[in-house]
């Protein structure tokens, strides 16, 4: 299994506080059967040489927990724009959170040198960002090709409130979901992350369920497309019991 969304370096950026946290984030990771991370920290000026360091320790801690720790960003528009160079992984993908920014023609224009030049973007979180009409939106962004949207595990919970709980089902079951991270500061995060797999699992084939959480993270820290795959309809019974999920 593979979480492409984590701020796990300690001490750095507003990821793990410290190194108790982040070998206490690991040890969740590895007892759920997580063989790779992504470090995405918050892109941020003059960062290459400082989030080395710090990715250098932490990269050997998890290593201890049997994990292989990858390099990447959560690259902010502007950053992206400015100085692209970390993907997830080994891979073609930015990981981008549009935060504020609209998914509109103007940002789609803006992406696309980088999206010709061969990258491709894995949308960070965008059930938090846009939960008016998210699938409006992703039809919007799936403009860029092979571009995918990587939902919270939390999000599918709950735990970001209703509004977008209901958002990021709308966005799994319209089949535009690409991949399921944590986006982990703490170890709430991967404790939300792995309950998650395992409520969906309860719902939907276990082929689907490793779509989200492993097929389509190797595709992508392996530099192949992300995969487009239909989600399948819930019966009436399930439906009734998502409800109730927390």
């Given at each position: 299994m593979i979480d492409l969304h984590a701020h796990i370096l300690y001490g750095f950026d507003d990821g793990a506080k410290d190194r108790d946290t982040c070998c206490r984030m690991l040890e969740l990771?590895?007892?759920?059967?997580?063989?790779?991370?992504?470090?995405?920290?918050?892109?941020?000026?003059?960062?290459?040489?400082?989030?080395?360091?710090?990715?250098?320790?932490?990269?050997?801690?998890?290593?201890?927990?049997?994990?292989?720790?990858?390099?990447?960003?959560?690259?902010?528009?502007?950053?992206?724009?400015?100085?692209?160079?970390?993907h997830l992984g080994n891979g073609k993908y930015f990981l981008l959170d549009t935060a504020n920014f609209p998914v509109d023609n103007a940002l789609i224009n803006k992406l696309k040198p980088l999206n010709s030049a061969g990258n491709c973007?894995?949308?960070?979180?965008?059930?938090?960002?846009?939960?008016?009409?998210?699938?409006?939106?992703?039809?919007?962004?799936?403009?860029?090709?092979?571009?995918?949207?990587?939902?919270?595990?939390?999000?599918?919970?709950?735990?970001?409130?209703?509004?977008?709980?209901?958002?990021?089902?709308?966005?799994?079951?319209?089949?535009?979901?690409?991949?399921?991270?944590?986006?982990?500061?703490?170890?709430?995060?991967?404790?939300?992350?792995?309950?998650?797999?395992?409520?969906?699992?309860?719902?939907?084939p276990d082929d689907m369920v490793n779509f989200w959480f492993d097929t389509n993270p190797q595709r992508i820290i392996s530099g192949l497309t992300a995969e487009r795959r239909e989600t399948p309809t819930l019966s009436l019974k399930k439906r009734f019991l998502r409800l109730f999920q927390n």
């Open positions: 990771y590895a007892a759920g059967k997580v063989d790779t991370v992504c470090a995405s920290s918050h892109s941020a000026a003059n960062i290459d040489n400082r989030y080395e360091e710090y990715f250098a320790r932490s990269a050997e801690l998890a290593a201890s927990f049997g994990i292989t720790l990858l390099p990447a960003l959560e690259y902010a528009l502007t950053d992206l724009l400015a100085h692209p160079d970390k973007f894995l949308w960070a979180h965008p059930e938090r960002l846009h939960i008016a009409d998210p699938v409006k939106t992703a039809r919007n962004y799936a403009l860029l090709r092979g571009s995918g949207c990587q939902l919270n595990g939390a999000s599918l919970l709950g735990l970001f409130g209703k509004e977008v709980k209901i958002a990021a089902w709308k966005l799994l079951e319209s089949g535009f979901c690409s991949v399921i991270s944590s986006d982990a500061h703490t170890t709430d995060e991967v404790n939300a992350w792995l309950k998650a797999k395992q409520q969906l699992t309860a719902f939907y």
